[in-house]
């Protein structure tokens, strides 16, 4: 996760997102990876490369889903 990210900020109504929480949107399923104001960012996918000597060894693929769509963000029920 994102170290500088914030780690809350509203959405519409009294909810809040929290980076790590599991969400879904449209076919979109994965966690909170970034909040701003304007955007969240949600992770579906991360990998390990293989290279010992790369500056970064995981890589993450993220949806951007800006805040006029956050209505249809879901979130998912934790067992």
């Not at 170290?3 to 790590?20: I, M, R």
């Amino acid at each position: 996760m994102d170290s500088n990210a914030p780690t809350k900020v509203k959405s519409t109504g009294d909810d809040l997102f929290t980076v790590g929480e599991h969400v879904k949107w449209k076919d979109t399923e994965g966690f909170v990876n970034f909040i701003c104001d304007e955007y969240i960012t949600i992770c579906v996918c991360s990998y390990t490369k293989d290279d010992p000597h790369c500056l970064h060894r995981t890589e993450k693929v993220c949806v951007l889903c800006y805040s006029q769509y956050w209505d249809e963000v879901e979130r998912e029920e934790q067992e």
